[in-house]
């Protein structure tokens, strides 16, 4: 499931239109139907926050981090991001990042690599 079918099955689910929801989160109904869509893939972290407080679920929920659905398979996974993410020291706003905050950034590049898979695969 992609990003965009999780965003209209949450909003569903909650008994939201599309208007209700932008309002929540203070969007155009239009943002809200191009995320649905699938137009828009680049949502901002502020937004898939806001998304997660209306819903009720965590950022991991809505952006996809269960990727036994998609592939069990670990070669197909983007693993020289997940490796630099892994061997790199940085800094999240001011703090080195801990362990716990590298897998979760792990966990949102291999959700979002395999959306943009799946679209793909899609348009083709």
């Given amino acids: 499931m992609t990003i965009s079918e999780r965003i209209k099955s949450f909003r569903k689910e909650k008994g939201l239109t599309q208007k209700e929801l932008g309002d929540l989160i203070n969007k155009s109904p239009q943002v809200i139907s191009n995320w649905e869509r699938g137009y828009t893939t680049a949502i901002n972290h502020d937004d898939i926050t806001n998304l997660a407080k209306v819903f009720g679920k965590t950022i991991e929920t809505i952006v996809g981090t269960d990727f036994n659905e998609v592939s069990s398979s670990s070669n197909e996974r983007p693993k020289e991001l997940i490796k630099l993410i892994e061997q790199e020291e940085y ?27 799946e679209k793909n695969k899609r348009n083709k």
Wanted: hydrophobic share 40%; proline share 0%; aromatic share 8%.
């Fill in 91 to 117: 800094t999240l706003n001011g703090r080195i990042a801990t362990q716990e905050d590298k897998d979760k950034l792990s966990a949102i590049i291999e959700a979002l690599y395999w959306d943009a898979k």
